[in-house]
């Protein structure tokens, strides 16, 4: 499975943006890109896939380079509750054998108040 | 709609001993994966059970396994516990197999003594 890189931890402040970043240069064609969160004491939440273009949903969006060698996940206007450990992840997107996701040590996001 | 539930939340056992875990997938979720998270290694995938059938296995020694019944509710088993095996265990479920998004439970937290 192909590996992703990720910073140890990240800080910001309440109601600004952050841009969480993710380095994946084996990406292959068939791989998604897959970010999922876990806040503490929680099981881990999904948070946005995409494969080529930047997607965009309720809680937020994802920036795809266009050699698809990294990506950024964005949170608009960080809230204290987004503080969690925040996991980014290549996944084959079919019902093969390795559909699972593999999960690095991912980015532990702390926002200030 | 229900979420994923585990039970039981919290276990204690002692080396030698084997445990049960069980886990509900949300309701019309077809597949249940198991995953392991410790402090030392992370989260880690544990096996996939779909139609009742495991597809997909994690590098994990065969004293762990699992079975899912037909309606999809899945369990699975540690034989023989060690010390190492104190962790919290994950169920996720989704649609399909390969699905873009899983949904996990709260976690079983097992400690060996």
């Known amino acids: 499975d192909a590996k992703t890189t990720q910073p140890n931890s990240m800080e910001s402040n309440e109601e600004e943006p952050v841009h969480l970043p993710c380095n994946h240069s084996t990406i292959s064609g068939t791989d998604y890109i897959h970010w999922y969160r876990q806040l503490p004491s929680q099981g881990p939440e999904y948070v946005i896939h995409?494969?080529?273009s930047n997607v965009n949903n309720r809680m937020a969006s994802l920036a795809i380079a266009e050699d698809r060698k990294s990506s950024t996940l964005i949170l608009h206007r960080a809230t204290l509750r987004d503080a969690a450990v925040y996991y980014c992840?290549?996944?084959?997107?079919?019902?093969?054998?390795?559909?699972?996701?593999?999960f690095g040590k991912g980015t532990k996001l702390s926002v200030k108040p | 709609k229900a979420g994923v539930t585990q039970t039981p939340r919290y276990l204690i056992k002692t080396r030698g001993q084997q445990v049960t875990l069980s886990c509900s997938p949300i309701s019309g979720h077809r597949s249940v994966s198991w995953y392991q998270q410790t402090p030392g290694q992370g989260l880690q995938f544990l096996f996939e059970y779909f139609s009742e059938t495991q597809r997909n296995k994690g590098n994990f020694p065969g004293r762990f396994s699992g079975r899912q019944f037909s309606n999809s509710r899945s369990e699975m088993n540690v034989s023989t516990l060690e010390l190492g095996d104190s962790a919290l265990y994950l169920c996720?479920?989704?649609?399909?197999?390969?699905?873009?998004?899983?949904?996990f439970g709260p976690g079983t937290r097992l400690t060996v003594l």
């Open positions: 996720a479920s989704s649609k399909q197999r390969g699905g873009d998004e899983q949904f």
């Open positions: 992840i290549l996944r084959i997107h079919y019902g093969g054998s390795q559909g699972n996701l593999i």
């Open positions: 995409g494969l080529t």
